[in-house]
């Protein structure tokens, strides 16, 4: 092949001629290479439909794939491995010798442990396995006493956030109700009270399997930043792809509003702060844009009762928010 | 894990990595929703890591994925219809003829592999090739945009596209046979 320059078109200047860039005397360049030969017109072709399609895929949304393969890995990870160390196979095998040595003195004493926030006070607790647990107000976690030798069960009533600590080999299950959490090592919050309806967990760090008890196997896998609902009413997990940061602002002391009716602002500060607020008819229509970082209930209140004009009242344990509205 | 489950795992990762991204932009195309679409193609390997006893890694498994999600992805549109208004029907009316699974199958493909291409470009190289051919931006506007000179534009949208066409290049002809084929010039 010779090398007049009608056979080689530098890929700088294809690029501007693909762009709309190029000004007559480029293109007239390029439009040259292309009828120097078929080879030329199929390699220009080829870069043509390549440079389309770029168009197409460049507004796909964007997949994590090394995310996804977390997801997949941990997805296909059993449960329970067949290699245990040896170590905790002796502490297994001691735990069953007492636990049905016990059993056998006839000492049906609980094996349950559980632990309990106040009303009003958050608690933060190391579990056996290292995993720090925040229960939030009027929340409850239960576990076994050999919890973290021959598994990581525990049950839940009410709400708490879980730094868990990761060992593949036994998987952390939270137990809420009807949902059933599965996680190997990460950051994630349960809502899980009695009297709502939702049982909502988000996550913050890692992956978590979320599924129904009665259908253990068909999990949700969660990822950081999601967060998942089971509906105890029509009983369906639903996935939401942005977390709402305001779900674990009774642990971050962090709350972002962005043009939020005050209802939902009120329902917020009550789970962060554990104070009952009942808000009038009046300004139910309003809404705020706010955000509060590290601030004490008095001062959250304090500016939103100056940026609405409202009226709070203290009266027993509850509040009373009222004012003139925002019609 | 054993040496041979180890090694299974890793023709394992190595088809999911391959096929994963085509493989949701495939199911997007009858499903709509990106994050159904992922759900469907994680159901699909987790099925073949149950049968990796059975599966054959060597053998070429794009025909076998593309059906498989493409199968699930209809399951989930009849479970859809169920709860669906019956106008939403005509959406859901992805009647498939051998010849456009086909040419779904390869789109969806290429699409992925272009996609994976680009995230692979160096940070600076990506973000000018975007604001071009995502937000149609002229070179002029990206260079006053990213406060750079238009030679650097040109350079990187130029390294861009020469990165893409070697990434791309087992498939770029076989691409172009394809889209022949569609406009009828064969």
Known sequence: MSNNEQHIVPIELLTKFLAGEANVEEQMLVKKWQDHSDENLKEFNAIQKLWNQTETAARKETIDINAEWDRMLDAITPAKTRTLPIMRIVQIAAAIIIITGLAFLGIKQSQIQTLKSTFAKTETIELPDGTIVSLNAKSKISYPKDFGIASRELTLKGEAFFEVTKNKELPFIVNAHEAKIEVVGTRFNVRAYKKQTQIKVTVTQGTVKLSEKKQPTKKTILTAGETGTYDRQVKAIKKKPVADKNDISWKTLEMHFSNSPLTEVIAVIQNTYHMEIIISDSVKDCTITVDFQNQDLASVLKVLKSTLDLTIRKDGDKLYISGAGCR | ?186
């Open chain 2, 1 to 186: 894990l054993s040496k041979d489950e180890s090694i299974l795992q890793l023709k394992f990762e190595k088809l999911f990595r391959e096929h994963f991204t085509g493989l949701c932009y495939f199911a997007q195309k009858y499903l709509g929703d990106l994050d159904t679409s992922k759900e469907v193609v994680h159901a699909v390997f987790v099925k073949v890591w149950e049968n990796r006893a059975k599966f054959d890694f060597e053998k070429p498994a794009k025909s076998y994925l593309f059906t498989s999600v493409y199968n699930r992805s209809m399951n989930v549109i009849r479970d859809n219809k169920k709860f669906s208004s019956p106008g939403d029907e005509e959406v859901h009316a992805a009647t498939l003829e051998t010849g456009e699974f086909s040419d779904t199958m390869e789109l969806a493909e290429l699409e992925g592999k272009i996609k994976t291409a680009i995230q692979k470009l160096p940070e600076k190289c990506r973000q000018v090739f975007e604001l071009n051919r995502f937000e149609g931006k002229k070179y002029a506007e990206i260079a006053e945009h990213l406060q750079i000179s238009i030679k650097t534009v040109e350079t990187q949208m130029s390294k861009a596209l020469k990165v893409l066409k070697e990434e791309l290049k087992d498939y770029i002809y076989v691409f172009v046979l394809f889209l022949l084929k569609n406009n009828d010039w064969l």
